[in-house]
């Protein structure tokens, strides 16, 4: 049986343009979960909270995903692609060897709430060829249920295949429960894994017989094998869960660059530097 081991209050912090987020993973308290380097919650209504946004930065050795649960945010990128995120939407970009984004709002009033997740890529993959998906709000699988629902962003789930086509063997699911009811999934036992509740509070077995309960904007990071059950207590809920099978490898990161030694990292600061990030590998 899956059980909570560890639950986490995220950490005020800011990004890109002063954007005011909570980070969840990629603090001093949590520095990764493999193969999650990174998760952000941006939740505001205030337009100068946000209005900045993320303007152009590079990136490269792992994947970022944007998830909007309400705003619009348009992505431009250095392979030439471009796209509207909006409410429901996700963008899966695979850095790899180099890439050089923007993200910014295109609203001046009303909600930005999303999450920015960073996958880590193993050493084979690294430097594979940038990519960009996509994925519109209805290209989103649903599994509903009388109890709720479902969305399917990557992974699968009831024999459901996820919207996104990843490079790590990673799950995300975008769970919404009804009060008094229960979510149960099983998950490999090899894989890490966590719950992050943004609405609502939702309760976990501890280790033993204890019971966890993980409230509105905390983490609950998973140990155990097998079945997970997380259930809705005496409201609605609304939680990601994330799983994904741990790569393994010795992890060196610097800003916006993840590899996999240091020297890859100066290499990669270095490239920005020349002009040169963006460059295929020959």
């Known amino acids: 049986m899956r059980f909570i081991e560890n639950v986490v209050v995220g950490t005020a912090t800011s990004d890109g343009a002063g954007v005011d987020i909570n980070r969840v993973i990629g603090t001093r308290e949590v520095d990764h979960i493999d193969p999650f380097l990174l998760l952000d919650e941006f939740r505001n209504e205030d337009p100068g909270a946000y209005i900045a946004g993320f303007p152009p930065h590079p990136h490269r050795g792992f994947e970022t995903v944007t998830y909007m649960l309400h705003g619009s945010m348009r992505h431009e990128d250095s392979t030439g692609q471009s796209g509207l995120l909006s409410d429901g939407a996700v963008q899966w970009m695979t850095a790899g060897s180099g890439i050089i984004h923007s993200e910014m709002p295109e609203q001046t009033e009303g909600m930005m709430w999303g999450y920015q997740l960073w996958v880590n890529l193993p050493a084979d993959l690294k430097m594979v060829a940038p990519a960009y998906q996509d994925i519109p709000a209805e290209n989103v699988p649903e599994v509903i249920t009388e109890n709720g629902l479902v969305r399917v ?17 990673v799950s995300y699911l975008d769970v919404h429960r009804n009060a008094g009811t229960d979510f149960s999934i099983s998950l490999a036992d090899d894989w890490n894994g966590f719950v992050y509740v943004y609405q609502g509070s939702v309760a976990v077995s501890g280790q033993g017989d204890t019971q966890i309960v993980i409230a509105q904007q905390s983490m609950g990071i998973l140990g155990g094998e097998g079945d997970l059950v997380v259930s809705a207590i005496d409201q609605a809920a609304r939680f990601l869960l994330l799983a994904g099978k741990p790569i393994g490898e010795p992890i060196a990161r610097m800003g916006p660059f993840v590899m996999n030694t240091r020297e890859e990292l100066f290499k990669a600061a270095d490239d920005y530097r020349r002009g040169t990030l963006t460059d295929q590998p020959s």
Do not use: F, N, P, Q
């Open 153 to 169: 962003l990557a992974g699968e789930y009831a024999s459901v295949a996820g919207a996104a086509r990843t490079l790590t063997k």
